[in-house]
């Protein structure tokens, strides 16, 4: 009888033993099931972060406007392959150089001072400025240069996006020539008679 109960208490023991192991490998495979779903959704979550950098990345390397980063101190970071084209300037070129070195003197001093003040008024600025091409020539560009902002809201960066509009100035440089050789045209005129027949052959002055 003592032997019976002595091996029964053992059962009891080791079966306790048993559930409390059982409770604790239920516990730690719910926590690691747990944890591999938060693993999961975190690796899903950066394949998508990463994807949406890709496509960013891809549109701004591709994109048919000129792209200038610079630092808050107007340094440049960065620059995308239409601006190479643009400009004539490689990358390494122009990294760490100001912008204002590549600027034409078709532009005044004040456009510059302007451009600087809204810029650090946290405000964005868009205009014509005039640069120069890497081999002397200058050319137009219609700009638009924003500030870039960090978590608490200091600006950190800014990014100009820059078309290539020196096509339409030439054609409004032409419209212009024209239009002031046509008013020369008409001014000279007035000064003279100008002796026209009607479809019935009546002549008249004008």
């Given at each position: 009888?003592?032997?019976?109960?002595?091996?029964?208490?053992?059962?009891?023991?080791?079966?306790?033993r048993?559930?409390?192991?059982?409770?604790?490998?239920?516990?730690?495979?719910?926590?690691?099931?747990?944890?591999?779903?938060?693993l999961?959704?975190?690796?899903e979550?950066?394949?998508?972060?990463?994807?949406?950098?890709?496509?960013?990345?891809?549109?701004?390397?591709?994109?048919?406007?000129a792209?200038?980063?610079?630092?808050?101190?107007?340094?440049?970071?960065?620059?995308?392959?239409?601006?190479v084209?643009?400009?004539?300037?490689?990358?390494?070129?122009?990294?760490?150089?100001?912008?204002?070195?590549?600027?034409?003197?078709?532009?005044?001093p004040?456009?510059y001072?302007?451009?600087?003040?809204?810029?650090l008024?946290?405000?964005?600025?868009?205009?014509?400025?005039?640069?120069?091409?890497?081999?002397g020539?200058?050319?137009?560009e219609?700009?638009?240069?924003?500030?870039?902002?960090?978590?608490?809201?200091?600006?950190?960066?800014?990014?100009?996006?820059?078309f290539?509009?020196?096509?339409?100035?030439?054609?409004?440089?032409?419209?212009?020539?024209?239009?002031?050789?046509?008013?020369?045209?008409?001014?000279?005129?007035?000064?003279?008679?100008?002796?026209?027949?009607?479809?019935?052959?009546?002549i008249?002055?004008?």
């Amino acid at each position: 009888l003592a032997f019976t109960g002595l091996l029964g208490g053992f059962l009891l023991i080791l079966t306790g033993r048993t559930l409390r192991v059982e409770s604790l490998v239920q516990e730690r495979t719910l926590a690691l099931a747990e944890n591999n779903e938060r693993l999961r959704r975190e690796i899903e979550e950066r394949t998508q972060a990463e994807d949406q950098l890709h496509t960013l990345w891809g549109a701004i390397e591709q994109s048919p406007a000129a792209i200038v980063i610079t630092d808050a101190n107007a340094r440049i970071h960065y620059v995308n392959p239409r601006f190479v084209e643009t400009s004539g300037y490689s990358a390494d070129e122009v990294l760490g150089r100001l912008p204002l070195a590549l600027r034409s003197r078709l532009i005044a001093p004040e456009t510059y001072r302007t451009l600087r003040t809204k810029l650090l008024q946290d405000r964005g600025w868009r205009g014509e400025v005039g640069s120069r091409h890497k081999h002397g020539h200058p050319y137009w560009e219609e700009a638009h240069i924003a500030p870039v902002y960090d978590a608490v809201g200091a600006i950190t960066h800014f990014v100009g996006v820059k078309f290539d509009i020196s096509g339409r100035k030439s054609v409004e440089r032409a419209l212009r020539d024209s239009c002031r050789k046509f008013e020369d045209v008409l001014a000279a005129a007035s000064e003279v008679s100008v002796l026209a027949a009607d479809v019935r052959g009546t002549i008249k002055m004008i």
